[in-house]
């Protein structure tokens, strides 16, 4: 397990600044290890400190908590206060989040299955194609009257093959061998063979403003129907590859190991819960706004939710509430659920070295990501430094004139600045080296620096 300090140095490698926000759930994430330590008895008295993130957007509220459950591979969902109402009115209920969560750890806790079968299913996916490959891969059966069958009175058996000489038996040994050395080469990705695929589930359908979907309700009470259907190799191999997985795992393991881990490792992350917060005595479109707070408020605190994996308990899972904070405040939400978030950290605007460093700094760095998206046409784009201090300026000039809409600036300023780049690469042409200077920036973005040409820069 990470130490805090190592969590939040692997964090700065895609997120800058916000160094209070980073320790506080560093050390959320450790406590649970920390309390993953103790005696059964004492462990089950300890919940998690659940946060609040004050802040504007895109000064990195999400990508804090995203990154932070990436790097322990824990279920996490991130949704927002808004789409959830009162019991009594249309629209989501609160528990549908706990539900989420389940689903996003059955789909973690799956796909950790299968990579651990994942070299038999290999095995067996090449044997599968060979055999499709192979000509009369297909058994003949007889005939049977189904009305026999049914009444127990006729079976049905596989017709019998002639015994093969031992000539023959080496003859298709060879042959075997031979279409997987081709298939493993590569040479066959390209070969129509038929599959037996599951049909699409049944569409959605809406019940009183609320999406269902009746596969989903009926669970596996609807059989699911197959049919055949030819492709290349190369499109049947990750179809049969998921089925040959399948059949390896235990999906009632999966699913007790998947409410474990959301039950002690789950991340929920609340995002805009500034807008569910409100005077009490506030009427028209907010007058659930309280009501969806006392809803949230026994998830927060702890208790037990029905899915269709099985109960959950939500004593351990770790909320992160997040928020602009601009017209309300915190003490607007409910003391009980106030006294749900006792830690509270807030997130600073970003300044104009901010944005230099989001520029030079992270792995995932906006300018190595439109350098990445040009190579392909040709184009091998770099920036000096004057030019990435230019875009740092307009782009915190831009957040301080208009609407700050934090890191999110740069993707505007980026887009104009390289717009005709952009347009007339077109892979055609040798490669060729684009250097963006701090003149190239000034004459792209000064001239434009208008008050007629300011919405250039607003999303």
């Not at 700050?404 to 390289?418: Q, S």
Request: hydrophobic share 40%.
């Amino acid at each position: 397990m990470m130490t805090p300090k190592q969590i939040v140095d692997a964090l700065d490698r895609y997120i800058i600044g916000q160094e209070e926000a980073k320790r506080a759930v560093a050390i959320a994430l450790r406590n649970r290890y920390r309390r993953s330590c103790l005696s059964e008895e004492l462990r089950e008295e300890i919940t998690p400190k659940n946060i609040i993130m004050l802040g504007p957007t895109g000064v990195g509220k999400t990508e804090i908590a995203r990154r932070l459950a990436k790097l322990v591979d824990a279920p996490f969902i991130k949704v927002e206060a808004t789409k959830f109402t009162e019991v009594g009115y249309v629209g989501k209920d609160v528990e549908s989040m706990i539900r989420d969560l389940v689903e996003e750890s059955i789909r973690l806790t799956k796909n950790i299955k299968m990579n651990e079968v994942k070299s038999a299913a290999e095995a067996a996916t090449e044997a599968r194609i060979v055999e499709l490959l192979l000509p009369n891969a297909k058994k003949h059966r007889p005939p049977v009257n189904p009305l026999q069958y049914l009444l127990g009175s006729g079976t049905v058996q596989e017709s019998e093959e002639p015994k093969q000489t031992e000539e023959e038996k080496e003859k298709t040994r060879s042959l075997r061998e031979q279409t997987l050395g081709r298939l493993r080469a590569g040479l066959l990705e390209n070969e129509i063979i038929e599959i037996e695929v599951e049909e699409s589930s049944a569409s959605p359908i809406l019940a009183m403003g609320v999406d269902m979907d009746l596969g989903s309700v009926l669970g596996d009470m609807l059989p699911k129907k197959r049919k055949q259907k030819k492709m290349p190799v190369s499109q049947a191999r990750p179809i049969l590859m998921q089925q040959e997985s399948e059949k390896r795992i235990d999906m009632d393991d999966v699913n007790r190991l998947a409410l474990i881990n959301a039950e002690q490792n789950g991340i929920i992350f609340l995002d805009e819960i500034d807008k569910i917060a409100g005077a009490a005595n506030r009427g028209g479109a907010d007058v659930s706004r309280e009501g969806v707070q006392r809803d949230i408020l026994p998830i927060v605190e702890g208790t037990t939710v029905s899915t269709k994996y099985g109960p959950i308990k939500t004593d351990f899972i770790l909320f992160i509430g997040a928020g602009a904070f601009h017209v309300s405040k915190v003490s607007d939400l409910i003391p009980e659920l106030q006294g749900r978030f006792p830690i509270r950290v807030t997130l600073k605007d970003l300044t104009e070295e901010d944005f230099y460093n989001i520029l030079t700094q992270p792995d995932n760095a906006v300018t190595k990501q439109y350098a990445a998206l040009l190579r392909p046409d040709n184009v091998n784009l770099s920036f000096t430094e004057d030019a990435l201090r230019e875009i740092a300026k307009y782009a915190f000039r831009a957040n301080e004139q208009n609407e700050n809409i934090g890191a999110r600036r740069l993707h505007t300023v980026m887009e104009n600045l390289l717009n005709d780049i952009s347009f007339n690469a077109n892979g055609q042409h040798p490669l060729i080296d684009v250097v963006i200077d701090g003149e190239y920036v000034d004459s792209h973005l000064d001239s434009e620096w208008t008050e007629d040409n300011i919405h250039k820069y607003i999303l």
